[in-house]
T-cell receptor, first 111, second 111 residues
Framework: EDQVTQSPEALRLQEGESSSLNCSYT??????LFWYRQDPGKGPEFLFT???AGEEKEKERLKATLTKKESFLHITAPKPEDSATYLC????????????FGTGTLLAVQP | EAQVTQNPRYLITVTGKKLTVTCSQN?????MSWYRQDPGLGLRQIYY???????DKGDVPEGYKVSRKEKRNFPLILESPSPNQTSLYFC??????????FGSGTRLTVV
């Protein structure tokens, strides 16, 4: 069964304290792995798509990496405005285009 | 601006009273989908549509209906809402290579 597990469930950092969020997955025929940011009461906002093991993408203080079994979202020198829930999702093989989501990591960055 | 628009943002209704949540996208995407988000369960797909007049069930379709008469619109219909359908609902559209774009969400409460 296709499954996505994110850890930790919640993470509290001091401003400037770098860390990583983990997304482990089991999927038949990975078509893509997605990272989203979600603010309270809002829809998920696209951050990155990774397609193959070894791929890396960066955007400001965020860097996403992908292996055959997991993905990491590295946050370098975070700021309070980086506080949000970060969602990981995989798109499996087949024609449905369905995303299978993890339950997210709630990140709080304190000034 | 490329976007997915859902209405209403908030809705409180009574058990059994039919309701429709509208969704519209301006990106000319063929694929659209509905998700519900519940604490501890993450986002789960309700229904999806590959194109006009083509719809299919996702993982949690019970109690929901959809229609796709035009490419831009994909309404979600609850014929007889029940309290277990209280949730946060998101509409999304997708195009390969561009990823998913989500709406701002509809928070539904069924009493």
């Amino acid at each position: 069964e296709d499954q996505v597990t994110q850890s930790p469930e919640a993470l509290r950092l001091q401003e400037g304290e770098s860390s990583s969020l983990n997304c482990s997955y089991t999927v038949s025929g990975l078509r893509g792995l997605f990272w989203y940011r979600q603010d309270p009461g809002k829809g998920p906002e696209f951050l990155f798509t990774l397609y193959s093991a070894g791929e890396e993408k960066e955007k400001e203080r965020l860097k996403a990496t992908l292996t055959k079994k997991e993905s990491f979202l590295h946050i370098t020198a975070p700021k309070p405005e980086d506080s949000a829930t970060y969602l990981c999702a995989v798109q499996a093989g087949g024609a449905t285009n369905k995303l299978i989501f993890g339950t997210g990591t709630l990140l709080a960055v304190q000034p | 601006e490329a976007q997915v628009t859902q209405n209403p943002r908030y809705l409180i209704t009574v058990t059994g009273k039919k309701l429709t949540v509208t969704c519209s996208q301006n990106m000319n995407h063929e694929y659209m989908s509905w998700y519900r988000q519940d604490p501890g369960l993450g986002l789960r797909q309700i229904y999806y549509s590959m194109n006009v007049e083509v719809t299919d069930k996702g993982d949690v379709p019970e109690g929901y209906k959809v229609s796709r008469k035009e490419k831009r619109n994909f309404p979600l219909i609850l014929e007889s809402p029940s309290p277990n359908q209280t949730s946060l609902y998101f509409c999304a559209s997708y195009r390969q290579g561009y990823g998913y774009t989500f709406g701002s969400g509809t928070r539904l409460t069924v009493v």
